[in-house]
């Protein structure tokens, strides 16, 4: 009973929180969504995460560490140098025979001032799905993780972003590194030094890349109404832990960048979704998979960011938010997702550049 009192209570706090000015002009309605329960399992290889420096400053290692087996690395850095750079992934056999690296999937958009695009056609890029490339390195050998690597020039100001998904057979030692435009990046690596991480520390090495979140029940709209799942937040959507290999230092892994989800419904009838970001500017990308139907999203569709003209939460609105209220009003900003039969798995990785948490919202489709 107190629970309900604390529900109800949070609820008037939210609508009470929307101006005279938006209550008199009648601009809304406002719809109270609830969280519905889920369950989450964590799987998956090993991430290789480097956005540490972020605002690359001199020449050097941005990130190193050894991985075996199913992995995936994502790369997001800045030239704030005056002049032209070059970054690239470099790849070491560790192993005293041959060693194949298998790349499956991946994402590497050219370099821009234009933050969000960057993030949202890399994402885009990743999310269709449709590369593929295999590296073969003799013992103790190393190569470029993409031959196009050193072909990219990146200008002052513009950010560089990528993100693969691979699989070796033995151990191979990885590094992200910024280099000077005419050099040979395998040369540079010899004599390279590794720099020290910003005040951010968004760079290291997780365990179970991918996290499954999944409905504890069908979702029924006459019973369940407008629905929502909250990703990264970090109240009920933790943010991932892991290691700086440089280091030792254990590392927290702030928006859960480069982890896949894949996220599981079941629905009693047609149900429409939505996508909302919470904390502003955003763009990205998205993959669904309907039976035999699949295909990508981008969020949003028609231009190429939204969220920018979110109004801040007030502190009752989050606290609502927290305890599994929220509301639906014109004053989102919504990315239209498509309406579903039966089952729905929507695969959905944090997109780089973008602002955090975001919402999946389900309501019945009429």
């Given amino acids: 009973m107190k629970f309900i009192k604390k529900i109800i209570a949070a ?21 109270i969504m609830k969280r519905l329960p889920v369950e989450v399992v964590d799987s998956g290889g090993t991430l290789i995460f480097s956005d540490s420096p972020e605002y690359v400053t001199r020449n050097g290692i941005l990130y190193t560490d050894i991985v075996s087996g199913s992995a995936r690395i994502l790369f997001y850095h800045l030239n704030s140098t005056g002049v032209k750079k070059k970054f690239a992934v470099i790849v070491e056999n560790l192993e005293r025979k041959e060693n194949t690296i298998e790349i499956t999937r991946g994402g590497f958009s050219a370099p821009s001032n234009n933050f969000l695009l960057v993030g949202k056609e890399t994402q885009l890029m990743y999310m ?42 033995g151990f191979v030692r990885i590094y992200v590194l910024m280099y000077p435009e005419k050099a040979d990046p395998l040369k540079f690596l010899k004599y390279a ?31 369940d109404g407008i629905g929502y799942i909250l990703i990264c937040d970090n109240v009920t959507d933790f943010f991932k832990r892991g290691i700086d290999a440089t280091d030792g230092s254990e590392v927290i892994n702030f ?3 480069g982890i896949n989800y894949m996220l599981n419904f079941d629905m009693k009838s047609k149900t429409k979704f939505y996508l909302t970001p919470l904390g502003g500017t955003y763009a990205g990308a ?29 502190a009752s609105t989050k606290r609502a938010r927290e305890d599994g209220i929220s509301l639906w009003n014109k004053y989102n900003d919504f990315s239209e997702l498509g309406s579903y039969s039966g089952k729905i798995t929507f695969e959905y990785s944090p997109p780089g550049a973008s602002n955090l948490p975001v919402n999946f919202v389900l309501m019945p489709d009429n």
């Fill in 255 to 257: 928006g859960n960048y």
């Fill in 128 to 169: 269709q799905n449709n590369f593929y490339d295999e590296i073969k390195l003799a013992r103790r050998e190393i190569k470029l993780f993409q031959k196009k690597m050193d072909e990219v020039v990146v200008n002052p100001g513009h950010l560089v972003y990528g993100v693969y998904d691979f699989y070796t057979t």
């Fill in 11 to 31: 609820a008037v706090a939210l609508i009470t929180s929307l101006t005279t000015a938006q209550v008199a002009a009648k601009t809304f309605p406002t719809t």
């Fill in 286 to 314: 998205l993959c669904f998979y309907n039976g035999k139907d699949s295909g990508t999203i981008p969020t949003p569709k028609d231009k190429i960011y939204f969220g920018d003209k979110i109004l801040p939460e007030t």
């Fill in 193 to 223: 030094e590794i720099l020290p991480k910003d005040e951010n520390k968004l760079r290291g090495t997780f365990k179970n890349m991918n996290r499954t979140i999944s409905l504890r029940q069908d979702y029924d709209a006459q019973r």
